[in-house]
């Protein structure tokens, strides 16, 4: 029903950039919470950051990231954003997109229905 297709993953010195980009084909996306996970080498998917359905009003980070990243939609363009800022070497991984109908914020992996194939973000020291 729904199709998640990550992009702007790539390579970035410590303390750049970048930004993340979901979209999303269905019919009702506006409905639907999303998030973001992250997967390095030999280590067990992690929750990142989830933004609520609707209005996305609400948003959540891991502690790790907070104040570094930003989750955000434009429920007009079926697309959610994942803003990185000063990025560190320990950011490197896959990431994830997620999405699942919900008007709140969702963290757990297992209640998403919905996931894109990921996209690598590296980042060098």
């Known amino acids: 029903q729904v199709q998640l297709v990550e992009s702007g993953g790539g390579l970035v010195h410590a303390g750049g950039s970048l930004r993340l980009a979901c979209a999303a084909s269905g019919r009702t996306f506006s409905s639907y919470a999303m998030g973001w996970f992250r997967q390095a080498p030999g280590k067990e998917r992690e929750f990142v950051a989830a933004i609520s359905g609707w209005s996305g009003r609400s948003t959540s980070y891991t502690h790790s990231v907070k104040g570094r990243f930003t989750i955000s939609r434009d429920n007009a363009q079926n697309t959610v954003y994942l803003q990185m800022n000063f990025l560190k070497p320990e950011d490197t991984a896959v990431y994830y997109c997620?999405?699942?109908?919900?008007?709140?914020?969702?963290?757990?992996?297992?209640?998403?229905?919905?996931w894109g194939q990921g996209t690598q973000v590296t980042v060098s020291s």
């Open positions: 997620a999405a699942t109908p919900s008007p709140n914020v969702v963290v757990a992996g297992h209640e998403y229905d919905y």
